[in-house]
């Protein structure tokens, strides 16, 4: 199995902060990466795909970067709706693991 | 737009199975992979498996192989997620994610299923 690594578990944050999160794989996923935002009680939302294809309506302010086993998630400024748990997750190949988790709290 | 809408919440007894559904609406059900992902509380999100738009050869995360079955019923749009022998520890909120393949990214999601396990 592909494990997913994310760094850091947690981070704290003001609102208009540059915060970047990073996701490593054990082994390469090419360009297999996605990233998902989770609030609390809601269902996932897909942000990223294949590392830095910005879904449809999220904010530009979100980008992804990186290949093979190492990628990044940057948020330009962060805005008080962005505070939420985000994951990475590799679809290389099942099954298709995610990363624990980066918390994203108000300092 | 695609909809997912998944069965309501559960409370089960270790042993016992749940069995929850997920129903697509409004796009081309049969063209769709289904995974099934949980959330077990203070934990990460988890794969479970993935069943094709045919409902054949299901692939399932080695940890639930024994225990998870996905089927698919084409004439009502719906997918279905059993998970046998449950105990405490599969106290999660499951969600079904739609996928246009394999490798895609789950960019369809429902909005999760509570299932409670407790004596």
């Known amino acids: 199995d592909i494990q997913m690594t994310q760094s850091p578990s947690s981070l704290s944050a003001s609102v208009g902060d540059r915060v970047t999160i990073t996701c490593r794989a054990s082994q390469s996923i090419s360009s297999y990466l996605n990233w998902y935002q989770q609030k609390p009680g809601k269902a996932p939302k897909l942000l990223i795909y294949v590392v830095s294809s910005l879904q449809s309506g999220v904010p530009s302010r979100f980008s992804g970067s990186g290949s093979g086993t190492d990628f990044t998630l940057t948020i330009s400024s962060l805005q008080p709706e962005d505070f939420a748990t985000y994951y990475c997750?590799?679809?290389?190949?099942?099954?298709?693991?995610f990363g624990q988790g980066t918390k994203l709290e108000i300092k | 737009q695609v909809q997912l809408v998944q069965s309501g919440a559960e409370v089960k007894k270790p042993g016992a199975s749940v069995k929850v559904s997920c129903k697509a609406s409004?796009?081309?059900?049969?063209?769709?992979?289904t995974h099934w992902v949980r959330k077990v509380p203070g934990q990460g999100l988890e794969w479970m498996g993935i069943?094709?738009?045919?409902?054949?050869?299901?692939t399932y995360a080695q940890r639930f192989q024994d225990r998870v079955t996905m089927t698919r019923d084409t004439s009502t749009s719906t997918v279905y997620m059993e998970l046998s022998s449950l105990r405490s520890e599969d106290t999660a909120v499951y969600y079904c994610?739609?996928?246009?393949?394999?490798?895609?990214?789950?960019?369809?999601w429902g909005q999760g299923t509570l299932v409670t396990v407790s004596s």
């Open positions: 069943i094709n738009p045919s409902g054949s050869s299901p």
């Open positions: 997750q590799q679809s290389y190949s099942a099954p298709y693991t």
């Open positions: 409004e796009y081309t059900f049969t063209n769709y992979y």
């Open positions: 994610a739609n996928t246009r393949g394999t490798a895609a990214p789950f960019d369809y």
